[in-house]
């Protein structure tokens, strides 16, 4: 089964970055995300499929380990394409940056 971002593969080589860096550098990634989504017009995405957002009790997927990289996953699942394109955008400025810094 292919997961929702593969669509997106764009945003699905940033994701899968995300998986590699180093943790500091990361959570500022994340936490900027989140305030992407929250600035946007989909700033409702959280609030209204929070419940659909799948919990696996094992934590069987990498980004279930941290509750705000599984708050983005799932998120971004439900977003539209503008606020996707926008976060791939951000992703894809900061992380190359990061690889050259």
Known sequence: MKRWYD???KLA???E??????????DRLVQEVI???NSSNARHVMEDFV???P???YRRRWYDQDPYLWLIFNSLRYADKVLLGK???YLQSNIEMRKFA
């Open 17 to 26: 970055c995300l998986k590699e860096m180093e943790s500091k550098a990361r």
């Open 87 to 89: 976060v791939t955008k």
């Open 13 to 15: 080589r940033c994701l």
């Open 35 to 37: 305030e992407l989504i």
């Open 51 to 53: 419940m659909e957002f």
């Open 7 to 9: 669509k997106h593969p």
């Open 55 to 57: 919990l696996d009790i």
